[in-house]
């Protein structure tokens, strides 16, 4: 990321010092019509505003979300962010579960967060019950300049959970002092599915069972609402191998003008970026797509990505609202070939990984845990945390 100039008070190294733990929680703006208005400022200056709300049929449900870097001002970032899917493929069954959406809203529930599974500041309540936590963690070196002392930094995450059946999903979004987004899902819970055919489970010696191996597919609906007017604009990014040039990998950009689906190539270190009409933008990092998904029956599912023209009722990929009479159900449906130009562009953006049941998935699942990152790209020009000597 090439980052702005922006010279930071040398007083920085003082307030860096001092502890700051809660979110703030703002009067309603207008932008949050729904959920609360949460705010947190970094002592290096940074600034998260973020409109956070609970969603029964997906959990954490991010709005209007802007991002102040040090120095700079407060810049609009994404409009809406929550889950648009989990599909759960248990490998016995031909068809998967799709775990989300408006269709599947009575069998989910949303489950309280107590100071037992959150150890930072519990909110919005319902019922007198919070139900979103929010933490701070430190943070790997924020900067590092010559042999001056490494700045390290915090992240900002909000959390909430989701059960169904025996499992719960954790979902949340973290927020880095950098100006980073990452988006998590991780799975707990105790195992329900068994099967003796060892082609479909693996066997559990502390059990003496054979718990019944499944395929994730998490999918994350990202609507982007860059700060500069005019729109904004997908590009792929592509750095292929060129040994007729010394083996080196010249970047090429391609622009997506209207919707469309696309995948890893993890030969030309592939990735995309979203931009305004500054140039400035955000990057979605898709290093951690270490898997790939096959699926006879949701073609959008074989792909890491999809792009498509903001609609409102479009949700989730799987078991969309039937309610809406304008409204499609699935994002194949959704994906109509639309010009992106002159709307919000939408990314679905989807990681796979198989839970392989072992001991330690015994008595409750654990290790199962999927993110990735949505990294700043000339949002400023030179790092704006560059001390004054």
């Not at 029964?56 to 802007?66: E, F, M």
């Not at 019944?212 to 590009?235: C, H, M, N, Q, Y």
């Not at 290093?287 to 890491?304: I, K, L, T, V």
Request: with cysteine; net charge negative; glycine share 6%.
């Amino acid at each position: 990321m090439k980052q702005l100039s922006l010279k930071i008070l040398a007083s920085w190294l003082l307030l860096s010092m001092i502890p700051n733990f809660l979110a703030n929680v703002l009067a309603d703006d207008g932008e949050c019509a729904q959920g609360n208005l949460l705010e947190h400022s970094f002592n290096s200056g940074a600034q998260w505003t973020v409109c956070a709300d609970v969603n029964p049929a997906h959990g954490l449900d991010i709005s209007h979300v802007k991002y102040r870097a040090p120095g700079d001002s407060s810049r609009s970032v994404l409009l809406h962010a929550h889950l648009g899917q989990i599909l759960m493929h248990y490998h016995d069954q031909t068809r998967a579960i799709a775990q989300l959406g408006e269709t599947e809203r009575a069998d989910y529930r949303l489950l309280p967060m107590t100071s037992e599974n959150c150890d930072g500041q519990r909110l919005i309540e319902r019922d007198s019950t919070a139900l979103v936590c929010s933490r701070m963690e430190n943070a790997p070196n924020l900067a590092k300049y010559g042999h001056r002392p490494s700045l390290h930094g915090e992240n900002w995450e909000l959390s909430s959970a989701l059960g169904r059946g025996l499992l719960t999903w954790a979902v949340s979004v973290t927020f880095t002092e950098d100006g980073q987004i990452r988006p998590a899902v991780s799975l707990s819970g105790r195992p329900s599915q068994f099967n003796i055919d060892q082609r479909f489970a693996e066997a559990v010696p502390s059990l003496f069972e054979h718990i019944t191996r499944a395929t994730i597919l998490t999918t994350w609906r990202l609507v982007f609402d860059l700060d500069k007017p005019g729109g904004d604009s997908v590009e792929q990014f592509d750095f292929s191998l060129r040994p007729d040039q010394g083996n080196r990998r010249p970047m090429q950009v391609s622009r997506f003008t209207n919707e469309a689906y696309a995948k890893v190539d993890r030969e030309n270190f592939r990735g995309w970026r979203v931009v305004d009409s500054s140039s400035a933008g955000y990057y979605l990092d898709p290093s951690n797509a270490g898997f790939d998904y096959r699926s006879s029956e949701h073609n959008w599912a074989q792909f890491d990505l999809a792009i498509t023209r903001y609609n409102a009722c479009e949700k989730y990929a799987v078991a969309n609202s039937s309610n809406a009479s304008t409204c499609a159900q699935t994002l194949d449906e959704f994906m109509s070939g639309e010009p992106l130009q002159g709307e919000h562009p939408v990314l679905w953006y989807s990681q796979s990984r198989t839970l392989t049941p072992s001991n330690e998935h015994w008595p409750v699942i654990s290790n199962f845990y999927q993110s990735f990152a949505l990294m700043p790209f000339d949002w400023t020009s030179s790092s704006p945390f560059e001390l004054i000597d």
